[in-house]
């Protein structure tokens, strides 16, 4: 397979899912196929870059980025830009016709953008037009952009994936004590006060069941979420641990992870559950059926009902079944490695 010149674009060096697929693609990335060059606003996560040497900082203004990407596509011959958001996907688009160069623009969609809120067909008339390949993390967001307008050609489906070398399964032969978990920042979107209902339903069923819930995360509802669990009386079941720099060592210490965000594409929390043997329970919202198969991989719950989290949640309790965690992390292994989606992406850099 020849060579490439690529340039991945971030907002900045922070935490969040974006750019966790950002750091993950520039640690992975091979080096002898590809030559890789990254750039993004410098922030507390710079450590998490392997290739430091092929760094580039730009600051938040956009007249320093273009100007600083521009020099970089120039001194480095830049063939592909990968942009990870739509904004540095429209500045790619500026720079290839301001400098008329024969750049390739592929553009990772994560999340719904202020522009498809704004007016969606202006959204797919960008994409189609000035974007050569637009990559969707899950087949659900896929469907949505076709839906917007995006033209089929133009879209292709690269999963989330994980290292499995960073996640190493944990098979339990039984549950002991019981552990409850939810991974995710104290945002409203993540939906806290929520998982806080599921945990006061199961402690007050009538079938008593010994268990511990833990809180992962740091964030603006902070102290929301604690004077919430305190007005019920929950502080002996419900633990915040504040922010969790390492996921395996949460992940695997619970026995259920739970998802119940109001907005979410494709977490890349349910595939780390999954690889390490932790039983997932998700709503069904996003792409997560691409991962979660109810009742094989785990188990989706249709709606916000906090009836059928804490029923779900007994039921697992009651009847703990090892081939679900078995049949997860065979699912990840398969599809969500990375590994595979890396292999994916270099040929993509090559032939786009």
């Known amino acids: 397979m020849k060579s490439a010149n690529v340039l991945f674009l971030a907002e900045e060096l922070r935490v969040g899912g974006a750019e966790t697929y950002f750091y993950k693609i520039e640690n992975k990335v091979d080096l ?9 606003v410098n922030g507390k996560c710079f450590d998490k870059l392997k290739n430091k040497h092929n760094y ?14 521009k020099d970089i596509v120039v001194s480095k011959d830049i063939e592909v830009i990968h942009a990870n958001s739509l904004r540095l996907a429209i500045i790619s688009s500026i720079i290839k016709k301001m400098y008329r160069k024969k750049l390739k623009i592929v553009y990772t969609k994560h999340n719904i953008t202020i522009l498809e809120k704004i007016n969606t067909k202006l959204f797919s008339a960008f994409v189609n037009k000035n974007v050569d390949k637009v990559l969707a993390v899950c087949n659900k967001d896929r469907e949505n952009m076709i839906s917007l307008g995006v033209l089929k050609e133009k879209i292709q489906v690269i999963p989330n994936s994980i290292d499995l070398s960073h996640f190493k399964f944990k098979e ?10 939810m991974l995710a920042r104290l945002s409203r979107e993540k939906n806290h006060q929520f998982f806080i209902e599921v945990v006061e339903k199961i402690n007050s069923l009538n079938e008593k069941i010994d268990f511990k819930a833990f809180i992962g995360g740091d964030g603006p509802l902070k102290e929301e979420i604690q004077n919430n669990i305190a007005e019920k009386n929950l502080k002996h079941r419900v633990k ?25 594409v494709f977490p890349m929390t349910l595939l780390e559950a999954m690889a390490v043997g932790a039983v997932v329970i998700s709503v069904d919202i996003g792409g997560i059926r691409d991962c979660v198969i109810d009742e094989k991989t785990g188990y989706v719950i249709k709606d ?3 009836d059928s989290f804490a029923t779900k949640i007994t039921e697992v309790y009651k009847n703990y079944d090892k081939n679900i ?16 989606t890396m292999g994916e992406l270099e040929k993509l850099y090559v032939e786009v």
């Open 32 to 40: 002898e196929k590809i030559n890789f060059y990254t750039a993004a």
């Open 56 to 69: 580039f900082e730009y600051e938040k203004n956009i007249f320093n980025k273009v100007k600083t990407i």
């Open 172 to 181: 339990k032969a039984s549950i002991k004590d019981f552990k409850i978990g």
């Open 240 to 264: 915040m641990l504040g922010n969790v720099e390492n996921s395996y060592e949460f992940l695997a210490d619970v026995d259920v992870i739970l998802l119940v965000s109001t907005r979410e």
């Open 304 to 306: 916000y009902d906090s």
């Open 325 to 340: 965690i078995k049949d997860a992390r065979k699912l990840v292994e398969e599809r969500f490695n990375l590994d595979i």
